[in-house]
């Protein structure tokens, strides 16, 4: 049973790009949810999806938006990047209303912006 | 508003039991959490509390929760070098996704 995946692992880009980061959730989850943790902090709230809106979002700026597709993956786009963005991203998912409605990770996303 | 604090730092020997602290000050979470984070790795669910427990008991974890002092603490019995790792205590709040996390505590086991 394949856990969260991530894709890619690393990424570099530089000030002003934009960037589009991918996630699968476990298999049997249908809720994603995004993470930023930056270097020596705990991960912050992006936002959340489920059944293919966003339902709810941290304190992050509109640049940062995402997309959930029929199948529950998920991606998150970072527009007119800036240095503080540079971040691991970690994507979660979770089964909405289970009995055991628990987040699990994925490995994350190392973005260097340059 | 949320917060959740933790020591940075704490170092103990192999064999011993280790105890991580975490505060918090938002007193509607139904379950609060402790993850585990590996150099160059994501989170990994170790345990979790329901709110209205005191204690939970999972083989070498502990889980002890004093809502009256929002205190949550993290006890690891017969410490070992695969324990070292960052620590993340963690609470959530209008949903089970919206997890507010303290800054971790580094845990480093010696010999």
């Known amino acids: 049973d394949a856990g969260v995946t991530q894709s890619p692992t690393h990424l570099i880009k530089t000030r002003g790009q934009q960037v589009t980061l991918r996630c699968s959730p476990k298999s049997g989850h249908d809720t994603v949810s995004w993470y930023q943790q930056a270097l020596g902090q705990g991960p912050q709230f992006i936002f959340q999806y489920y059944e293919e809106e966003e339902r709810q979002r941290g304190n992050f700026p509109d640049r940062f938006s995402g997309h959930q597709f029929p199948n529950y993956s998920s991606e998150l786009n970072v527009n007119a990047l800036l240095l503080g963005d540079s971040a691991l991203y970690l994507c979660a998912s979770s089964r909405l209303g289970g009995s055991d409605e628990k987040l699990f990770f994925g490995s994350g996303t190392q973005l260097s912006v340059l | 508003g949320e917060d959740v604090e933790q020591s940075l730092f704490l170092s103990v020997r192999e064999g011993d039991s280790s105890v991580i602290n975490c505060t918090y000050t938002d007193s509607s979470s139904t379950y609060l959490y402790w993850y585990k984070q590996e150099p160059g790795a994501g989170l990994q669910l170790l345990t979790y509390?329901?709110?209205?427990?005191d204690m939970k008991q999972d083989q070498r974890l502990t889980v002890l929760l004093n809502k009256k002092d929002k205190h949550l603490s993290l006890r690891i019995a017969d410490t070992q070098t695969g324990d070292s790792a960052i620590y993340f205590c963690a609470q959530d709040g209008l949903t089970a996704s919206k997890l507010t996390f303290g800054t971790g505590t580094r845990l480093q086991v010696t010999l």
């Open positions: 509390i329901f709110s209205n427990m």
